[in-house]
């Protein structure tokens, strides 16, 4: 039986009610698609509304916490906490917009530095990931556990694709280059969050990205290292939320092999 601490009910709270009106909002995204004006101001509109909903709820239950939050200034923390959210109110902004139903609210809580607690919530398929440290990571109530597989040949990996004129196109193509070549299949599902949570799971082996924010990977990196992967930047350094410019996650068994497969492309 999953834990179910008063932590982890502020924070689903919190998301639970933010993920009613993504998902009643992603209902009308569909009608928005034929219309010349297309549904992008509507969705902005759906992740702003999210995050003042999350805030909200945050805020009532723990008055002193700071925020780091992708759409507003960052709060400081005003108790002796010294503890701060982290907080994606839609991951998977562009799956939205689209109609592609695959998307999350992440919420992490950080102390002195370091997650001790995240939550990733799938409002469409009702996929509930969250850990807190030391006390093991979960998919709604099942423990999770990390994939056991070790032969790179078997595995399934996820990346994030430069987009948009960001990222340097040729370094990613050369990435993707060696481990196509190597593994089972390389997945791109556009929700950094979601690509965690499922290594945490199991159904990815592994993943990698550049470029992304402390809001897109801080309930990730807790839930596969609760699950029993490792995180680390894809130099191998240990990964500063703030600061790292690459994320490389997997589990334990092949995580210098990818690593190495991405230090040298093809
Ligand atoms: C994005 C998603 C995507 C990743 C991008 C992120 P957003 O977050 O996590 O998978 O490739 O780099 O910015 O904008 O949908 O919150
Ligand atoms: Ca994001
Ligand atoms: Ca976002």
Redesign the pocket.
């Known amino acids: 039986m999953a834990l179910r601490s008063a932590l982890f009910n502020v924070m689903f709270k919190a998301a639970e009610k933010a993920a009613r009106g993504l998902k009643r909002d992603f209902g009308e995204v569909e009608n928005l698609q034929v219309s010349r004006k297309g549904p992008a101001d509507f969705v902005s509109t759906a992740d702003h509304k999210a995050e003042k909903t999350i805030k909200e709820e945050l805020q009532k239950a723990r008055p002193g916490y700071g925020f780091l939050m992708?759409e507003s200034a960052p709060v400081p923390a005003t108790d002796e906490s010294g503890r701060r959210w982290i907080v994606?109110p839609?991951?998977?902004?562009?799956n939205f917009l689209h109609g592609l139903p695959h998307f999350a609210i992440s919420i992490a809580l950080e102390e002195g530095g370091e997650i001790i607690a995240g939550l990733v919530y799938d409002p469409i398929k009702e996929d509930l990931f969250h850990a807190e440290k030391g006390t093991g990571a979960w998919h709604n109530d099942r423990r999770l556990r990390v994939s056991a597989r070790n032969r790179m040949t078997e595995c399934l990996i996820a990346t994030?694709a430069p987009f948009a004129g960001k990222g340097d196109r040729p370094v990613f193509l050369g990435e993707i280059d060696a481990v196509m070549a190597n593994t089972a299949g390389i997945r791109r599902w556009?929700?950094?969050?979601l690509?965690l949570a499922y290594v945490a799971a199991g159904r990815f082996d592994g993943f990698w990205?550049r470029?992304?924010?402390p809001w897109?990977i801080a309930a990730g990196l807790i839930l596969v290292r609760e699950a029993g992967g490792y995180v680390s930047e894809m130099n191998g350094k240990a990964i500063t939320l703030e600061k790292s410019p690459s994320i490389l996650a997997s589990n334990n068994a092949i995580h210098s092999d990818l690593m190495k497969l991405l230090r040298k492309p093809s």
Request: charged share 35%.
């Open positions: 992708e994606d839609l991951d998977g902004t562009s994030g556009g929700a950094a969050a690509d990205e470029g992304l924010a897109d």
